[in-house]
């Protein structure tokens, strides 16, 4: 139990489908993050909030929107997706975004399929 | 940017040690981190080092950094089974960043 809990686990959706991605951590954190795992490259980081305001959007499509409605919550909205958008979709949070130790705590993600 | 380079598969004999290597290219990383990643589940912060020490060890892992090489290890000890996963080692993306810059993973495959 890593204190951040993502739903669902698993996700098939259509093209045209609209579907939302969540996430929520228990750990008194400030920062959240989406990231996206795909076979054979390294983790691409996708949106960062820090204290519900996003202060990093990494050139995301806009077929994916973020929500943090609070610290403890973090939502990915999907509208329109691609085949080549099918991945592993990683919540992560952290104390706050200072330079200090840092480490990142992962949910156990979400596998994203589109048909 | 920062560059994060490891070795992509590492197979040991179970009771032998693992050794996974990373190079990275900001010298001017805090704190290093690596994590385990299991089949179906998210990464899971294992250890890390502040730049400023040599060796950390905590119980059957050893991290060691070589700052004038940028080289970050994880020894793990009497390798079970159980290690069987995908390792991570994340680095600060710059000088006072928040962002971790990942390497693509080491698979370590424990032979029985």
């Known amino acids: 139990e890593t204190g951040v809990t993502q739903t669902p686990r698993h996700l098939v959706m259509g093209m045209t489908n609209k579907k939302s991605l969540k996430c929520e951590q228990h750990?008194?954190?400030?920062?959240m993050y989406w990231y996206k795992q795909s076979a054979k490259k390294p983790l691409e980081l996708m949106f960062v909030y820090n204290f519900k305001e996003q202060t990093e959007n990494n050139s995301v499509p806009s077929r994916f929107s973020p929500e943090c409605p609070n610290s403890s919550h973090l939502f990915l909205h999907l509208h329109t997706l691609q085949p080549e958008d099918s991945a592993l979709y990683l919540c992560a949070s952290s104390q706050d975004l200072t330079e200090r130790n840092q480490p990142q705590h992962f949910g156990d993600g979400t596998r994203l399929s589109i048909l | 940017g920062e560059d994060v380079e490891q070795s992509l598969f590492l197979s040991v004999r179970e009771g032998d040690s693992s050794v996974i290597n990373c190079t990275y290219t900001?010298?001017?990383?805090?704190?290093l981190y690596w994590y385990k990643q299991e089949p179906g589940a998210g990464l899971q912060l294992l250890t890390y080092?502040?730049?400023?020490?040599d060796m950390k060890q905590d119980q059957r892992l050893t991290v060691l950094l070589n700052k004038k090489d940028k080289h970050l290890s994880l020894r793990i000890a009497d390798t079970q089974t159980g290690d069987s996963a995908i390792y991570f080692c994340?680095?600060?993306?710059?000088?006072?960043?928040?962002?971790?810059?990942f390497g693509k993973g080491t698979k370590l495959s424990v032979i029985p």
């Open positions: 900001d010298s001017s990383s805090t704190y």
């Open positions: 080092i502040f730049s400023n020490m």
């Open positions: 994340a680095v600060p993306s710059g000088a006072g960043s928040y962002q971790l810059t």
């Open positions: 750990l008194g954190h400030n920062a």
